[in-house]
């Protein structure tokens, strides 16, 4: 049987030409395959054999356009690091468009670095192969450890220069989501007070995200109530893997609680609540520390954005969208000590156990341990029966002595509740993540010595993040101070 063409079912495109400009993406020189994420292409229906064929690739590249696709660039705002830009969009990406997998799901297709569209400002809309590596690299991890993300369908190169601070080979990625609208969708049509944009846009997102809201008696509200508990479990999420994200701009916070736009992100090694990476966050704006503070911010922007329709009384309208703004505080808290809880194997909750997670992270900040090896180190200690692997890799300092007697007590006090929670602790704590020196490491045998190697290898060990292997030794390893990254880069 011949492989087939993906079966495409556009929504969002039906909306109108306000949202959007329609425009083919610019071909390539030579495109070649880089590499297809064939699990995910079956998860939505989609042939691998095709994707991997000439004419797959060729859709990837921006070189054909398959039928029933219908590429466009979407039009958003945004504030960027807390500054209004009333007009910014998809300057480097075209939606291909929607399909739907076997459980009726739908999902958006983005072409990431497929040219120019009228929102480049001036830009090239090309990617350097670089951000498109990390882009894979990070978003299939964060998949592979629950984090709701988007994902990477395949990657390939252009045979075509890109042309930033130096010259550099291009790429394009082929990016899946649940959507692709953000918080500055929304944020462009009020600012232009096109409240039937604005109320068609918010109608298309309940349908697509929040059905459930349909029937409530303030559907807008109720929509912006699912905004904001979503972007709290997402946030806690992110701080529990020490994850940084580098660019929370309201551009870049989807309304479907995914996590988008890897550019100058980072997994934090040494444990440092002030820490960032990214090159242009000079002032610190969304260090690790603060994104929960940017995510409530964020937030306060979409309820002024959906403000004209949350009710005709106005002060009424302020009142209730404050009553759910700041529920998020509440609600990060509770997912992120939910979620620490069973990082720590402490199912059973409790005060005791709130302490004990703040003083460990007091700990961790003083001693400067691995984020990522402490709290599997900690699994391994809970589950005495298990092989110690990392203990000739890495082991707790003196310092922790106190805290580990308290847990272990109460651990051993927690265990009546569940025994299931400190094994579940080994598939909870990853031993290996995208480390910022080895993703580094991969782009630069890709793009200085079109070596691809380093890139699959890392790819398919972060697949299996809780599995260790004495073999990949190296790639659970902190960074040797030689090693350290201490700038991650946007690459646009």
């Given at each position: 049987?011949?492989a087939v063409?993906p079966?495409?079912?556009?929504r969002f495109?039906?909306?109108?030409?306000?949202?959007y400009?329609?425009?083919?993406?610019t071909p390539?020189?030579?495109?070649?395959l880089?590499?297809?994420?064939?699990?995910?292409?079956?998860?939505?229906g989609?042939?691998?054999?095709?994707l991997a064929?000439?004419?797959?690739?060729?859709t990837?590249?921006?070189?054909?356009?398959?039928?029933?696709?219908?590429?466009?660039?979407?039009?958003?705002?945004?504030?960027?690091?807390g500054?209004?830009?009333p007009?910014?969009?998809?300057?480097?990406?075209l939606?291909?468009?929607e399909?739907?997998d076997a459980?009726?799901?739908?999902?958006d297709?983005?072409?990431k670095?497929s040219?120019?569209?009228?929102y480049s400002?001036g830009g090239?809309?090309r990617?350097?192969?670089?951000?498109?590596l990390?882009?894979?690299?990070?978003?299939e991890?964060?998949?592979?450890?629950?984090?709701?993300?988007?994902?990477?369908?395949?990657?390939?190169?252009?045979?075509?220069?890109?042309y930033?601070?130096?010259?550099?080979?291009?790429?394009?990625?082929?990016r899946?989501?649940?959507?692709?609208?953000?918080?500055?969708s929304?944020?462009?049509?009020?600012?232009?007070?096109?409240?039937?944009a604005?109320?068609?846009?918010?109608?298309?997102?309940?349908?697509?995200?929040?059905?459930?809201?349909a029937?409530?008696?303030?559907?807008?509200l109720?929509?912006f109530d699912?905004?904001?508990a979503?972007?709290a479990?997402?946030?806690a999420?992110?701080?529990?893997?020490?994850?940084?994200?580098?660019?929370m701009?309201?551009?870049?916070m989807?309304?479907?609680?995914?996590?988008?736009?890897y550019?100058?992100?980072a997994?934090?090694?040494?444990?440092d609540?002030?820490?960032?990476?990214?090159?242009?966050?000079r002032?610190?704006?969304?260090?690790?520390?603060?994104?929960?503070?940017i995510a409530?911010?964020?937030l306060?922007?979409?309820?002024?954005?959906?403000?004209?329709l949350?009710?005709?009384?106005?002060?009424?309208?302020?009142?209730?969208a404050?009553?759910?703004?700041d529920s998020?505080?509440?609600?990060?808290?509770?997912?992120?000590?939910?979620g620490l809880n069973r990082?720590l194997?402490?199912?059973g909750?409790?005060a005791?156990?709130v302490?004990?997670?703040?003083?460990?992270?007091r700990?961790?900040?003083?001693?400067?341990?691995?984020?990522?090896?402490?709290?599997?180190?900690?699994?391994?200690?809970?589950?005495p029966?298990?092989?110690?692997e990392l203990?000739?890799?890495?082991?707790?300092?003196?310092?922790?002595?106190?805290?580990?007697?308290?847990?272990?007590?109460?651990?051993?006090?927690?265990?009546?509740?569940?025994?299931?929670s400190r094994?579940?602790?080994?598939?909870?704590?990853?031993?290996?993540?995208?480390?910022?020196?080895?993703v580094?490491?991969?782009?630069?045998?890709?793009?200085?010595?079109?070596?691809?190697?380093?890139?699959?290898?890392?790819?398919?060990?972060?697949?299996?993040?809780c599995?260790?292997?004495?073999?990949?030794v190296?790639?659970?390893?902190?960074?040797?101070?030689e090693?350290?990254?201490t700038a991650t880069?946007?690459?646009?």
């Amino acid at each position: 049987m011949s492989a087939v063409a993906p079966h495409f079912d556009n929504r969002f495109a039906g909306l109108g030409e306000r949202f959007y400009s329609r425009l083919p993406p610019t071909p390539v020189a030579q495109p070649k395959l880089i590499r297809i994420n064939a699990a995910l292409a079956r998860e939505l229906g989609i042939d691998p054999d095709w994707l991997a064929s000439e004419e797959g690739v060729a859709t990837v590249a921006g070189n054909s356009v398959p039928a029933g696709a219908e590429p466009l660039a979407a039009v958003y705002a945004g504030h960027q690091f807390g500054s209004w830009n009333p007009r910014l969009g998809d300057g480097r990406a075209l939606l291909l468009g929607e399909v739907l997998d076997a459980q009726g799901r739908r999902w958006d297709i983005q072409l990431k670095g497929s040219g120019p569209t009228p929102y480049s400002r001036g830009g090239d809309g090309r990617a350097p192969l670089g951000p498109v590596l990390r882009e894979y690299l990070v978003s299939e991890a964060m998949a592979t450890l629950g984090i709701a993300t988007t994902r990477a369908l395949a990657a390939v190169t252009t045979g075509e220069a890109v042309y930033r601070d130096t010259v550099l080979p291009g790429a394009v990625l082929a990016r899946v989501a649940q959507s692709h609208i953000r918080i500055g969708s929304l944020e462009y049509f009020a600012a232009r007070q096109d409240e039937q944009a604005l109320r068609l846009l918010a109608d298309h997102v309940i349908e697509r995200h929040y059905p459930a809201a349909a029937g409530a008696d303030n559907p807008y509200l109720a929509l912006f109530d699912g905004v904001v508990a979503r972007q709290a479990e997402l946030i806690a999420q992110w701080q529990l893997c020490g994850f940084i994200h580098g660019v929370m701009n309201t551009d870049n916070m989807l309304l479907s609680g995914e996590t988008v736009d890897y550019g100058p992100c980072a997994f934090m090694d040494f444990f440092d609540p002030d820490s960032v990476y990214s090159s242009i966050d000079r002032g610190g704006r969304y260090a690790y520390s603060r994104q929960p503070a940017i995510a409530h911010w964020n937030l306060m922007c979409l309820a002024q954005a959906l403000l004209p329709l949350f009710g005709a009384d106005r002060e009424a309208a302020v009142t209730d969208a404050g009553e759910v703004l700041d529920s998020f505080a509440e609600r990060f808290a509770a997912a992120h000590q939910a979620g620490l809880n069973r990082k720590l194997g402490l199912v059973g909750g409790g005060a005791d156990a709130v302490r004990l997670g703040a003083d460990l992270f007091r700990l961790m900040a003083a001693e400067r341990s691995d984020f990522t090896l402490t709290f599997r180190r900690l699994a391994e200690i809970a589950n005495p029966d298990h092989e110690k692997e990392l203990s000739q890799l890495f082991e707790l300092p003196a310092a922790y002595s106190d805290w580990l007697q308290q847990w272990q007590a109460l651990l051993r006090a927690d265990d009546h509740d569940d025994r299931g929670s400190r094994a579940g602790m080994l598939a909870t704590n990853p031993v290996f993540i995208p480390r910022n020196h080895l993703v580094e490491e991969a782009i630069s045998a890709a793009v200085g010595q079109a070596d691809f190697e380093p890139f699959h290898r890392l790819v398919d060990i972060l697949a299996q993040p809780c599995r260790y292997d004495p073999e990949n030794v190296r790639y659970a390893r902190p960074p040797q101070p030689e090693q350290v990254v201490t700038a991650t880069f946007c690459g646009t």
